[in-house]
């Protein structure tokens, strides 16, 4: 059965490599993913496929049933770009001013459409069902993963699994992880209002600049005097806006940042450190400040017997010449709602491009893959799917 999927799934990378270029030129950014999706129903529509359209949102689900009865497996894919200006030269470079598939998206579509056409093709001889989740919207919280899931997008799913096209890590290796993989991502404001006046007489003033930059200093104490050290957790502050004449002193600042966090705990704990130091050098300043915490996705935590499972699955793969445990990342990824109500795993497959030393990284202008990952990516999803069916027949069989 794997053979006849491996060696259906090598015939069509020519289709796979075209679909993935097709949407690299035409991407679009989360919650406009509007001819993208269609693109993908009429793609199932095409194959007489079951599809439903505007699940959450932009969300595309498509089923397949086998032959005979069996459980249900989700395999899931998002379709976003990013507001990025594509820098690239090659052919296939995107034709949408400042926006590209800086993140491998395109490639996570053409890797589950194609595997969806092979599974389709071979479903009278597959038992159970396939549930396809073509998820919109994965770069900007709240995300679409979660609503696709409050549409229905899950009923009737046994387990789920995923896969990211990793660029950093060369091409023929599937990274896992038991537990924690990825990182919540979270959000932060904050405004701090001074007093502002002449740059020459500063002692009339409250500087919201000297403030903000005493806040920056202070928030670097979260990580290293109040998280404890065998916990992991990032407090980033990206964004710092005051702007004025030269000769200005401030009135008001603006600092946005990030926090990446994979306990709860931990998680709530920065929330309210980071209003304990504002407040305290506000009062300190004898200035005012607003603060707003954006809870972003939940950290990405794999459950161990599936996550298992995928690696067993992987080692007998094609073109996988190394299955390996991977350290946390601190990315971000709402795949975390699904493994929140059903069991799973997400994993990495090297994407890296040949021929470099370093890879660009994801959410960079120069972004690219190998576009032979692509095809590693779908057989180690269709082996875990179809095995998967296979262990759970066998096991209902001993009952």
């Known amino acids: 059965m794997l053979h006849n999927l491996y060696d259906a799934l090598d015939n069509k990378y020519a289709e796979m490599v075209d ?52 459980p249900t497996v989700a395999l ?17 470079k995107s034709t949408v001013p400042g926006v590209m598939h800086a993140c491998g998206h395109d490639g996570h579509t053409a890797t589950l459409l194609v595997l969806a056409k092979t599974l389709h093709e ?8 396939f549930v396809l989740i073509h998820q919109h919207a994965e770069e900007f919280a709240p995300g679409g993963a979660i609503s696709m899931i409050e549409d229905g997008c899950l009923e009737g799913v046994d387990v789920i699994f995923g896969t990211h096209l990793w660029a950093t890590t060369p091409t023929g290796t599937i990274e896992y992880r038991v537990g924690p993989i990825m990182a919540a991502a979270d959000r932060f404001e904050i405004k701090v209002q001074g007093s502002g006046g002449h740059g020459a007489h500063p002692h009339t003033t409250k500087d919201a600049i000297v403030i903000g930059s005493q806040l920056v200093m202070n928030l670097q104490q979260i990580v290293s005097r109040r998280v ?19 000769n200005v002193i401030a009135d008001a ?24 130091i504002v407040k305290g050098t506000c009062i300190a300043s004898d200035s005012t400040y607003t603060y707003a915490f954006h809870r972003g996705y939940p950290a990405v935590v794999n459950h161990k ?29 709402d795949f975390a709602y699904y493994l929140q109500h059903v069991p799973g795993t997400f994993f990495f497959t090297g994407a890296m491009p040949v021929d470099v030393s370093t890879a660009y990284p994801h959410h960079h202008p120069k972004f ?3 576009e032979k990952a692509m095809l590693i990516a779908a057989k180690t999803l269709g082996t875990a799917a179809l095995n998967f069916i296979t262990k759970e027949k066998s096991e209902k069989a001993k009952v």
Not at 77 to 92: H, M, N, R, S
């Open 122 to 129: 071979m479903k009278d001889q597959l038992a159970g069902t």
């Open 253 to 276: 600042a603006k600092l946005g940042g990030t926090v990446r966090t994979f306990s709860e705990d931990v998680r709530s704990q920065i929330e309210v450190e980071i209003e304990r």
């Open 368 to 370: 690219d893959i190998d």
């Open 228 to 246: 404890d050290p065998i916990e992991s957790a990032v407090v980033t502050l990206g964004s710092f806006v005051a702007e004025n004449p030269f």
């Open 305 to 333: 017997e599936q996550t298992d499972f995928l690696v067993e699955a992987a080692e007998n793969v094609p073109g996988v010449k190394t299955v390996q445990e991977t350290a946390p990342q601190m990315g971000g990824e």
């Open 76 to 92: 899931r894919a998002d379709f976003d770009a990013l507001p990025i200006q594509d820098e690239k030269d090659v052919p296939y």
């Open 19 to 70: 679909i993935r270029r097709y949407l690299h030129q035409h991407p679009e950014v989360s919650y406009k993913e509007y001819k993208t999706a269609e693109y993908i129903a009429n793609y199932y529509k095409n194959m007489g496929v079951e599809v439903r359209t505007h699940v959450g949102g932009n969300g595309i689900v498509a089923k397949i049933h086998g032959n005979k009865q069996g």
